[in-house]
T-cell receptor, first 113, second 115 residues
Framework: ELKVEQNPLFLSMQEGKNYTIYCNYS?????LYWYRQDPGKSLESLFV?????AVKQEGRLMASLDTKARLSTLHITAAVHDLSATYFC?????????????FGKGTHLIIQP | DTGVSQDPRHKITKRGQNVTFRCDPI?????LYWYRQTLGQGPEFLTY????????KSRLLSDRFSAERPKGSFSTLEIQRTEQGDSAMYLC?????????????FGAGTRLSVL
């Protein structure tokens, strides 16, 4: 059974600081996704990482993937209040399996002025 | 608006009643998914369609749950004899494989409350 673990589950930080969210998964997967969810809203796709060493960046967010360690990170640089949200990583079984995503529990991020 | 749309947005029902939700995917997407999300948790996969074929069902999808996608376009999720434990947000997503990725685009969800 594919399992996805995120940490931390809750993070409160100040604007201007840097921090990293970690996502570990239990079995081999070809595709890892990061989503953002605002309170009461649906999920917004942020990044998809397809290969070992893949790095994607958008604004103050950067995601990376290490398939050997089964680890992805989401790094926040110089955080601003607008980045407050819940961030989920998700994995699918890739080409060899079905395509339903397995999500982590999410990291609830609060950025205080 | 060409995003994934779900209807209704909210549903309140009494225990034992049947409910049906509808999802309209992005028009060119051939894959459609249903997930369930409870407070403080990530979405949990329920079932998946490729065109009109239902290709995978999670063990979370009990016999009281049924999903259809009759013409490979919109989909419905029905819950029979609802229980209080069915209270959750039901999310629909659609996708089309491009460049090796399968980004799923989510609708706003249907929030079900079973009294």
């Amino acid at each position: 059974e594919l399992k996805v673990e995120q940490n931390p589950l809750f993070l409160s930080m100040q604007e201007g600081k840097n921090y990293t969210i970690y996502c570990n998964y239990s079995t081999t997967s070809d595709r890892l996704y990061w989503y953002r969810q605002d309170p009461g809203k649906s999920l917004e796709s942020l990044f998809v990482l397809l290969s070992n060493g893949a790095v994607k960046q958008e604004g103050r967010l950067m995601a990376s993937l290490d398939t050997k360690a089964r680890l992805s990170t989401l790094h926040i640089t110089a955080a601003v209040h607008d980045l407050s949200a819940t961030y989920f990583c998700a994995v699918d079984k890739g080409w060899g399996g079905a395509d339903g995503l397995t999500f982590g529990k999410g990291t609830h991020l609060i950025i205080q002025p | 608006d060409t995003g994934v749309s779900q209807d209704p947005r909210h549903k309140i029902t009494k225990r034992g009643q049947n409910v049906t939700f509808r999802c309209d995917p992005i028009s060119e997407h051939n894959r459609l998914y249903w997930y369930r999300q409870t407070l403080g948790q990530g979405p949990e996969f329920l079932t998946y369609f490729q065109n009109e074929a239902q290709l995978e069902k999670s063990r979370l999808l009990s016999d009281r749950f049924s999903a259809e996608r009759p013409k490979g376009s919109f989909s419905t999720l029905e819950i029979q004899r609802t229980e209080q434990g069915d209270s959750a947000m039901y999310l629909c997503a659609s996708s089309r494989i491009r460049g090796g990725s399968n980004i799923q685009y989510f609708g706003a969800g249907t929030r079900l409350s079973v009294l």
